[in-house]
């Protein structure tokens, strides 16, 4: 039971740093600010912490002969330690769920951010494309372009 809250807790806390990390670099992504490799730097190593604590606990509930720490808990008895345990399991759920939502709105960012930029590039150069948007640049168009031509 020591291992499994150890575990638990490690998960828990990693999660919640990358939480505020993560909210950190949304807000990054959202003010056009150059300080995202400052919070990179600083995600990357607890990316890191997390995938060992993950292959931790799959050791332990394969030794275990579990699948979740969930099923492992069904099986202990009662007491502080177990109330303790299913307590820090609620929390790790909880901030992964929270995590995943992060990392989902940071990766939109991205793809938004980088289809804002392509466009842009397009107008600027002054290059044809398709009718739709997001069609491949041709070079050499001899139609002329306006700040707000919506077929570049």
């Known amino acids: 039971m020591e291992e499994t809250i150890s575990l638990l807790r490690e998960q828990t806390i990693l999660c919640s740093r990358l ?7 949304i807000i990054i992504l959202k003010s ?5 490799a400052e919070t990179i730097k600083k995600i990357e190593p607890l990316i890191t912490e997390l995938s060992r604590n993950a292959e931790k606990s ?6 275990a002969g579990v699948k979740t720490f969930g099923d492992f808990l069904d099986f202990q008895e009662q ?3 177990l109330d303790v345990a299913r307590r820090l399991l609620n929390q790790a759920e909880n901030l992964q769920a929270r995590l995943k939502n ?3 709105s ?4 991205l793809e938004n951010g ?3 930029v392509s466009f842009n590039l397009n107008v600027l150069s002054q290059t044809a ?5 997001g069609a491949e640049a041709v070079a050499g168009s001899q139609r002329t372009r306006r700040i707000f031509d919506a077929n570049v």
């Open 114 to 116: 980088g289809a804002f």
């Open 129 to 133: 494309a398709g009718g739709t948007y």
């Open 58 to 63: 799959q050791l332990f509930l394969k030794k």
């Open 32 to 36: 056009n600010s150059l300080e995202m």
């Open 19 to 25: 939480l505020k990390l993560f909210a950190d670099l």
């Open 102 to 104: 992060q990392t989902e």
């Open 79 to 81: 007491g502080v330690k």
């Open 106 to 109: 940071a990766s939109r960012l």
